[in-house]
């Protein structure tokens, strides 16, 4: 594709920025030819970069729109993407270990985590409406309806940093219909990661869970103690991580499990959740890596007229 812009602001072809508001890297060279003169601009924006050539026989020669406008020409030559942020998903039974990947992911590769559970918490926490209904469904093992818990991450992905760093999803979609919302608003993952784990293992995990207020960073008392006394005494458990209600949300998992799946097979990868923190992660890290291999292959350079 070839564009023609005009400067009217830009009389010579002088490797200048354009924009002020772009930050601006240029660089110039003049061809042999001696009616092909050409300076070389680039502008970079947060996702994208783009080429402008000057064209100096389009300047002695310039087509009847751009003697009405009195200025030389800038073609865009080229326009790279830099590749778009991230948009993951990560699913499983409840304490197959969602949670703890995500640290990693994040640390990683700075993307924002939303988790549906820790945003229900914090509603709860707050002592808000939402939260006060949610709990009730939250105890039972239930999920809470899509009235609150839809907009609630729809609100959270619209947010600048999610836009800008990518997200990943924790434990939503968990119903046919929350999918269908997501994909309304727009928001299609590149990646629906499913953590496996077996059912004896959940349980284990959930008893034995324990998180740090003061962190974030979740344990496990047998997997993954906490490294001082002092955060040992400040260590915190879920009122849903008992084994009684650990079956009743493994049930409603079983339940809505089949239907979001269905949704996403096409981009789903099943992770063998039972292995250790640390090899669960390396093998969504190098799924990541490899994701990100492509992405950046296939954002290319578009070369749209070459010099
Ligand atoms: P939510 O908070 O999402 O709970 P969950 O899905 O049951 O998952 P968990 O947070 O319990 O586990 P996890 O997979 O994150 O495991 P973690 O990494 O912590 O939801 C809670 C409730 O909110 C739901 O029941 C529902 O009511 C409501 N809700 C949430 N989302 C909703 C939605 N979309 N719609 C409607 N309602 C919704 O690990 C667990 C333990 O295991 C930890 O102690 C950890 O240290 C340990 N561990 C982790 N990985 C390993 C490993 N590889 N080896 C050994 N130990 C490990």
Request: proline fraction near 6%.
């Amino acid at each position: 594709m070839a564009c023609i812009v005009n400067f009217s602001a830009i009389t010579q072809p002088k490797p200048q920025p354009c924009f002020a508001s772009l930050p601006a890297s240029t660089s110039s060279h003049r061809s042999n030819s001696p009616k092909l003169q050409t300076s070389h601009l680039s502008f970079a924006s947060n996702n994208s970069r783009i080429s402008l050539r000057y064209d100096r026989t389009l300047a002695v020669s310039p087509p009847r729109e751009t003697l009405l406008s009195k200025a030389p020409n800038f073609m865009i030559v080229a326009a790279a993407n830099k590749p778009e942020p991230l948009k993951i998903m990560i699913s499983g039974a409840p304490a197959s270990g969602k949670g703890t990947q995500c640290e990693l992911i994040t640390q990683k590769y700075g993307l924002v985590h939303v988790a549906a559970g820790d945003l229900l918490r914090a509603e709860v926490a707050a002592g808000s409406e939402n939260g006060r209904r949610a709990k009730q469904f939250m105890e039972k093992g239930q999920l809470v309806p899509d009235e609150i818990v839809v907009m609630m991450v729809k609100e959270r992905l619209l947010r600048p940093d999610a836009h800008k760093n990518g997200w990943l999803l924790d434990g939503y979609p968990r119903s046919s219909s929350q999918a269908i919302a997501l994909k309304e608003f727009g928001f299609e993952p590149d990646l629906f990661i499913l953590l496996d784990v077996a059912e004896d293992t959940l349980v284990e995990r959930v008893v034995g869970r324990r998180l740090d207020p003061v962190t974030g960073k979740i344990y496990h008392l047998k997997y993954s103690p906490p490294e001082t006394e002092e955060i040992a005494a400040r260590l915190t458990q879920r009122f849903d991580d008992t084994e009684e209600k650990v079956k009743l949300r493994l049930r409603t998992h079983h339940q809505n499990v089949e239907a979001v799946l269905s949704m996403y097979k096409d981009i789903t990868v099943k992770v063998n959740g039972n292995l250790s923190k640390n090899d669960v992660f390396a093998k969504i890290d190098n799924v990541l890596d490899e994701l990100l291999e492509q992405r950046k292959a296939g954002s290319g350079y578009l070369e749209a007229n070459k010099a």
